[in-house]
């Protein structure tokens, strides 16, 4: 039996593990990466457009702050976020892009004196102030009041994690690659650590630690078509829900992007719109701003997405043998600007449509993106209810973006969470609380368990197909629990999918019985760990009758603040549930800096709660008096939601900016 | 929609499972029928979905940014995931990266030989003296440079460069047109403090710049366009410049 210690276990190599890693390892504590891939292989590398973070250097950046931030936040998520989050996220997110700065990522800068932008449709001329040349640049997002996403042409993910891995590399952080956790190691209500396979040799080691921490991403793979790579199977929020005792939030919270490329789901980035890029239906029509007259293309990305799929259903779709798709026109940006702005995408046109973006119209429509669900945690990134076990980025919900993710806070969030998270592990690591009580006969047992769990597939005889489950799997996923929702399709949903989950008990490994690398095996016990993610997703989905973000009930079209102001919390107690259990925790209207309203797209279709009347007169209030008073929005904004005490003191200090706290 | 018949492909992949010491490498052949917009990617899934679940390969974004899926394609080293197979004859042969180590397969151990050479050449900003106050502003960066370091940061670590080159089979400690891009790469950057002596310690050998015969098989099939060769020239010419001094 293999056996290995450390003081913090990190699984997945993704931006927002190797921060973690890097953090915990400059506080003096040992740290061990277990990874699918070489790091850099992780899929933070195909985020392409950019970082949000309120550094107000750009021209069209002007007045942009943490304020402003916040608010484009909190309404992105549907007032489904945690405002004590959201706020330590905004006010971090400066610091975690000058910190990779420093560790070496190459920010496109900004160039004072005039240039040239497309803004809607529009030739415009932008001038650079003399005082922000050389300071980091930013692109218009959607959903966004300022031009805030920072980046590297459009290899943002890219250059920020091979920064990322190289930093980790100088800190000397262990890194286990081509290792895969199947489960965690718990005792008496406490995680750890985990035991792995080694996908090269397929041997076992348990990997015991103090702190474990999943930083596996999104689980976007247990839908057919989606632009995350393929290894983004959402195994890290099966494993915790495998503990029994770890929960699930908000796991029915879907992005879908509104431009991925036809057929083959890849990524065009929303930098494209950001730019000056415009949606054309089959006419070559401009549809966008007769929908959303205001952000037009640069609405939220599940606006956006609803919008192209209504009006492809009005029949303005272009026929395709795979299907209706719309097209995203760049041609307008000039080849000068997207041969250095977007470069990815141009090398993803030639290679997988053969055409030329600078020339022709991209073929694209809206595709599952991005899990806004995933393990419940603290604002500590720790798990509310299983202790030693932290959670962050894509694969938790702490819950920085509610029910929609805004584009640009996602890489952000990677490395913000990963800095901070790493100070509160760091600190745990430091108390005698972290000591650990586990009998060496329990993490043996969790190895004879999982060794026992992997034979039994090799062995199994007159099994399922476990490729069968997960197409039919992915295809509900796709057809019953999409863009649009409703109760008949998501009844349907959740019958087939509990009843491929009893199936999957019985999934046979056929022909390839090696217990080394062996992708048939892979498959198959990865498989039944997605049907159960995906069971929390559409059950969640079931039973949410509202439409909040991205997800929106064709029979419930309202945001229902007064019933379902809540997240939805998923468990898996008992291992014979064929079902996850499904409980509700309030989202508290009272503490809010900035209480429910109308995020401002389509109608106004809120049924408000009784209390937020109440809250805003009073966050009303306070503001008038402290303003009148002459107090900064510092003190206004602590007035409202104090929340700094709860960031790490290292990150407590004040944003510099051009004008601002130089 | 076309009426014609869509191509069978053929399909030939040499195979080989160092894990199984009964296994010796040999060529497999599978026949897949060619679909509309059809990538390598696709070609491998549906072998092993369909055909042989135990056929083993890296794909991990399927979009060309992460460099996982180099292979020889009909000999030549490139990523299988954006070759369409519209672009390629009906017989296709596909074989792992020589140079690295095998896993099974298509799939090769490139994070390991990675991994090394970033541990050798200190692939990150040397910056000891400069403790960052997270508060202010950031330091400021001439916007073009910005762009040409972002030009040598877009390797993807593919190791197609490393199996094109002439040089490293005949001296695997050669550090490739990998390593040199990397170099070049933080010494273009102002916030990596070494010294010309510095890196003229990590490449100013046989193993390093001057093992280049300049037979430039790295550029040609480098996925992502990096100027290799200027790049190699440059080093070259700044070693020879600081071994003179």
């Given at each position: 039996?293999?056996?290995?210690?450390?003081?913090?276990?990190?699984?997945?190599?993704?931006?927002?593990?190797?921060?973690?890693?890097?953090?915990?390892?400059?506080?003096?504590?040992?740290?061990?990466?277990?990874?699918?891939?070489?790091?850099?292989?992780?899929h933070s590398a195909a985020a392409q457009g950019g970082m949000q973070a309120s550094l107000a250097n750009?021209?069209?950046?002007?007045?942009?702050?943490?304020?402003?931030?916040?608010?484009?936040?909190?309404?992105?998520?549907?007032?489904?976020?945690?405002?004590?989050?959201?706020?330590?996220?905004?006010?971090?997110?400066?610091?975690?892009?000058?910190?990779?700065?420093?560790?070496?990522?190459?920010?496109?800068?900004?160039?004072?004196?005039?240039?040239?932008?497309?803004?809607?449709?529009?030739?415009?001329?932008?001038?650079?102030?003399?005082?922000?040349?050389?300071?980091?640049?930013?692109?218009?997002?959607?959903?966004?009041?300022?031009?805030?996403?920072?980046?590297?042409?459009?290899?943002?993910?890219?250059?920020?994690?091979?920064?990322?891995?190289?930093?980790?590399?100088?800190?000397?952080?262990?890194?286990?690659?081509?290792?895969?956790?199947?489960?965690?190691?718990?005792?008496?209500?406490?995680?750890?650590g985990a035991i792995s396979r080694n996908l090269r040799t397929g041997q076992l080691t348990a990997y015991?630690?103090?702190?474990?921490?999943?930083?596996?991403?999104?689980?976007?793979?247990?839908?057919?078509?989606?632009?995350?790579?393929?290894?983004?199977?959402?195994?890290?929020?099966?494993?915790?829900?495998?503990?029994?005792?770890?929960?699930?939030?908000?796991?029915?919270?879907?992005?879908?992007?509104?431009?991925?490329?036809?057929?083959?789901?890849?990524?065009?980035?929303?930098?494209?719109?950001?730019?000056?890029?415009?949606?054309?239906?089959?006419?070559?029509?401009?549809?966008?701003?007769?929908?959303?007259?205001?952000?037009?293309?640069?609405?939220?990305?599940?606006?956006?997405?609803?919008?192209?799929?209504?009006?492809?259903?009005?029949?303005?779709?272009?026929?395709?043998?795979?299907?209706?798709?719309?097209?995203?026109?760049?041609?307008?940006?000039?080849?000068?600007?997207?041969?250095?702005?977007?470069?990815?995408?141009?090398?993803?046109?030639?290679?997988?449509?053969?055409?030329?973006?600078?020339?022709?119209?991209?073929?694209?429509?809206?595709?599952?993106?991005?899990?806004?669900?995933?393990?419940?945690?603290?604002?500590?990134?720790?798990?509310?209810?299983?202790?030693?076990?932290?959670?962050?980025?894509?694969?938790?919900?702490?819950?920085?973006?509610?029910?929609?993710?805004?584009?640009?806070?996602?890489?952000?969030?990677?490395?913000?969470?990963?800095?901070?998270?790493?100070?509160?592990?760091?600190?745990?690591?430091?108390?005698?609380?972290?000591?650990?009580?586990?009998?060496?006969?329990?993490?043996?047992?969790?190895?004879?368990?999982?060794?026992?769990?992997?034979?039994?597939?090799?062995?199994?005889?007159?099994?399922?197909?476990?490729?069968?489950?997960?197409?039919?799997?992915?295809?509900?996923?796709?057809?019953?629990?999409?863009?649009?929702?409703?109760?008949?399709?998501?009844?349907?949903?959740?019958?087939?999918?509990?009843?491929?989950?009893?199936?999957?008990?019985?999934i046979e490994v056929f022909r390839c019985k090696s217990r080394a690398a062996n992708p048939a095996l892979?498959?198959?016990?990865?498989?039944?760990?997605?049907?159960?993610?995906?069971?929390?997703?559409?059950?969640?989905?079931?039973?949410?009758?509202?439409?909040?973000?991205?997800?929106?009930?064709?029979?419930?079209?309202?945001?229902?603040?007064?019933?379902?102001?809540?997240?939805?919390?998923?468990?898996?107690?008992?291992?014979?549930?064929?079902?996850?259990?499904?409980?509700?925790?309030?989202?508290?209207?009272?503490?809010?800096?900035?209480?429910?309203?109308?995020?401002?797209?389509?109608?106004?279709?809120?049924?408000?709660?009784?209390?937020?009347?109440?809250?805003?007169?009073?966050?009303?209030?306070?503001?008038?008096?402290?303003?009148?008073?002459?107090?900064?929005?510092?003190?206004?904004?602590?007035?409202?939601?104090?929340?700094?005490?709860?960031?790490?003191?290292?990150?407590?200090?004040?944003?510099?900016?051009?004008?601002?706290?130089? | 929609?076309?009426?014609?018949?869509?191509?069978?492909?053929?399909?030939?992949?040499?195979?080989?499972?160092?894990?199984?010491?009964?296994?010796?490498?040999?060529?497999?052949?599978?026949?897949?029928?060619?679909?509309?917009?059809?990538?390598?990617?696709?070609?491998?899934?549906?072998?092993?979905?369909?055909?042989?679940?135990?056929?083993?390969?890296?794909?991990?974004?399927?979009?060309?940014?992460?460099?996982?899926?180099?292979?020889?394609?009909?000999?030549?080293?490139?990523?299988?995931?954006?070759?369409?197979?519209?672009?390629?004859?009906?017989?296709?042969?596909?074989?792992?990266?020589?140079?690295?180590?095998?896993?099974?397969?298509?799939?090769?151990?490139?994070?390991?030989?990675?991994?090394?050479?970033?541990?050798?050449?200190?692939?990150?900003?040397?910056?000891?003296?400069?403790?960052?106050?997270?508060?202010?502003?950031?330091?400021?960066?001439?916007?073009?440079?910005?762009?040409?370091?972002?030009?040598?940061?877009?390797?993807?670590?593919?190791?197609?460069?490393?199996?094109?080159?002439?040089?490293?089979?005949?001296?695997?400690?050669?550090?490739?047109?990998?390593?040199?891009?990397?170099?070049?790469?933080?010494?273009?950057?102002?916030?990596?403090?070494?010294?010309?002596?510095?890196?003229?310690?990590?490449?100013?050998?046989?193993?390093?710049?001057?093992?280049?015969?300049?037979?430039?098989?790295?550029?040609?099939?480098?996925?992502?366009?990096?100027?290799?060769?200027?790049?190699?020239?440059?080093?070259?010419?700044?070693?020879?410049?600081?071994?003179?001094?």
């Open positions: 039996m293999k056996i290995k210690y450390t003081d913090v276990l990190i699984i997945g190599g993704g931006l927002a593990g190797l921060r973690v890693a890097a953090g915990v390892k400059q506080r003096g504590h040992d740290a061990v990466v277990l990874s699918l891939v070489p790091p850099k292989r992780s750009s021209n069209m950046g002007e007045g942009d702050n943490e304020d402003v931030h916040f608010s484009d936040t909190i309404k992105g998520s549907d007032w489904g976020a945690d405002q004590e989050v959201a706020r330590m996220f905004v006010h971090c997110a400066p610091k975690a892009i000058r910190e990779l700065a420093h560790w070496g990522v190459p920010w496109s800068r900004v160039q004072a004196g005039e240039r040239n932008a497309i803004i809607n449709a529009q030739k415009v001329t932008i001038t650079e102030k003399e005082e922000a040349h050389g300071l980091i640049t930013a692109r218009d997002f959607g959903g966004t009041k300022k031009w805030r996403t920072c980046y590297t042409s459009d290899g943002t993910g890219h250059s920020m994690l091979y920064a990322m891995d190289n930093k980790a590399k100088q800190e000397e952080v262990v890194i286990h690659e081509r290792q895969e956790a199947i489960s965690l190691i718990t005792d008496n209500g406490r995680c750890y015991v630690a103090k702190a474990t921490t999943v930083a596996t991403g999104g689980y976007g793979r247990i839908y057919s078509v989606s632009t995350n790579a393929i290894i983004c199977q959402g195994v890290g929020q099966a494993l915790a829900l495998e503990t029994g005792i770890a929960t699930l939030g908000n796991m029915e919270a879907i992005q879908f992007h509104p431009t991925a490329i036809v057929p083959v789901g890849i990524l065009t980035t929303e930098g494209c719109r950001g730019d000056g890029g415009l949606l054309l239906d089959k006419d070559g029509y401009r549809f966008m701003p007769d929908y959303e007259p205001e952000k037009k293309e640069l609405a939220s990305r599940d606006v956006v997405s609803r919008r192209m799929t209504e009006h492809m259903r009005k029949g303005k779709g272009v026929k395709s043998r795979y299907g209706d798709h719309l097209w995203l026109d760049i041609t307008i940006l000039g080849r000068e600007h997207i041969e250095k702005n977007l470069r990815e995408v141009k090398e993803i046109c030639e290679h997988f449509l053969g055409i030329d973006p600078a020339v022709d119209w991209i073929p694209v429509r809206p595709t599952q993106h991005y899990s806004m669900g995933g393990i419940r945690t603290k604002y500590t990134g720790e798990s509310q209810t299983l202790k030693g076990l932290y959670s962050c980025g894509e694969a938790a919900c702490w819950d920085l973006h509610g029910f929609n993710r805004l584009g640009g806070n996602s890489v952000s969030e990677t490395v913000v969470a990963g800095m901070m998270v790493a100070e509160h592990i760091a600190d745990f690591c430091d108390s005698p609380e972290s000591s650990m009580h586990i009998d060496s006969l329990v993490i043996e047992k969790a190895l004879h368990t999982q060794k026992e769990r992997l034979e039994a597939l090799l062995n199994k005889e007159n099994g399922e197909d476990a490729y069968v489950l997960r197409r039919r799997m992915e295809e509900i996923m796709m057809e019953k629990v999409g863009i649009f929702r409703n109760g008949k399709d998501l009844q349907e949903a959740v019958d087939e999918l509990e009843e491929l989950y009893k199936r999957s008990k019985n892979v498959n198959a016990y990865r498989t039944q760990m997605m049907i159960k993610v995906a069971l929390t997703v559409a059950l969640g989905a079931l039973l949410r009758t509202e439409s909040r973000g991205a997800h929106s009930r064709e029979d419930f079209p309202a945001r229902d603040d007064a019933n379902w102001l809540k997240r939805t919390i998923t468990s898996w107690p008992d291992a014979n549930q064929t079902l996850p259990s499904v409980t509700y925790e309030d989202i508290p209207i009272a503490s809010m800096e900035l209480p429910p309203g109308f995020r401002g797209y389509g109608k106004d279709l809120t049924e408000h709660h009784p209390d937020t009347q109440a809250r805003q007169d009073a966050v009303d209030a306070v503001r008038k008096e402290l303003e009148q008073s002459g107090a900064s929005r510092f003190e206004i904004q602590n007035a409202l939601m104090p929340y700094l005490d709860k960031v790490p003191p290292k990150y407590q200090g004040l944003n510099e900016r051009l004008g601002e706290n130089v | 929609m076309s009426e014609e018949k869509n191509r069978i492909l053929k399909i030939s992949i040499l195979r080989f499972d160092p894990n199984d010491p009964e296994d010796f490498p040999h060529m497999e052949t599978f026949e897949v029928e060619e679909a509309h917009g059809m990538t390598l990617y696709i070609v491998l899934n549906e072998i092993r979905e369909h055909q042989d679940n135990a056929l083993m390969f890296d794909f991990v974004c399927r979009a060309g940014i992460c460099g996982s899926c180099s292979m020889l394609v009909n000999g030549r080293p490139t990523l299988a995931c954006r070759t369409l197979t519209s672009k390629l004859d009906e017989n296709i042969t596909l074989a792992p990266l020589p140079l690295f180590e095998l896993i099974k397969d298509l799939s090769i151990y490139t994070g390991k030989w990675m991994r090394g050479l970033d541990e050798r050449l200190e692939t990150w900003i040397h910056n000891e003296e400069e403790k960052l106050n997270y508060d202010k502003l950031e330091e400021r960066m001439e916007p073009d440079l910005a762009d040409e370091i972002y030009e040598l940061d877009r390797c993807v670590e593919c190791g197609c460069c490393v199996a094109g080159c002439g040089n490293i089979q005949m001296n695997n400690d050669f550090v490739g047109a990998v390593g040199l891009n990397k170099v070049a790469r933080y010494h273009l950057d102002p916030r990596d403090k070494r010294t010309e002596e510095e890196y003229y310690n990590i490449i100013g050998d046989e193993d390093g710049v001057f093992g280049c015969m300049s037979l430039l098989g790295c550029e040609d099939v480098c996925p992502k366009d990096l100027p290799l060769q200027s790049k190699i020239a440059y080093l070259r010419r700044m070693m020879v410049k600081t071994a003179l001094k």
